[in-house]
């Protein structure tokens, strides 16, 4: 079992960059799963960007380039770094974890692209 909890989120203005966080109860050395998704008001969840233990990464096509996840399994953590944020990046974003056949998502954070 793994709790997480997310961080980071806010008001940016377009064009803008923000850094989410997600912080795990136990050790994430050997969580081979973990990513983002994110889910915008009336659209369903959708994937952002996953990080395997040993650092292998992939991204949803439309993030590329301007979406950066990062791990820190030293300190349990997990990161996005969002550059060049648009509005339609609105949405709450979730990191996940799947140890094994179970998923565990932290409870959101909140992030608003608006001028």
């Known amino acids: 079992q793994v709790q997480l909890v997310e961080s980071g989120g806010g008001l940016v203005q377009p064009g803008g960059s923000l850094r989410l966080s997600c912080a795990a109860s136990?050790?994430?050395?050997?969580?081979?799963?973990m990513g983002w998704y994110r889910q915008a008001p009336g659209k369903q969840r959708e994937l952002v960007a996953i990080m395997s233990a040993a650092g292998n990464t992939n991204y949803a096509d439309s993030l590329k380039g301007r979406f950066a996840i990062s791990r820190d399994n030293a300190k349990n953590m997990m990161y996005l770094q969002m550059n060049s944020l648009k509005p339609e990046d609105t949405a709450v974003y979730y990191c996940?974890?799947?140890?094994?056949?179970?998923?565990?998502w932290g409870q959101g954070t909140q992030v608003t692209v608006s001028s």
């Open positions: 136990r050790s994430i050395y050997s969580i081979n799963n």
């Open positions: 996940y974890a799947r140890p094994s056949v179970q998923v565990y």
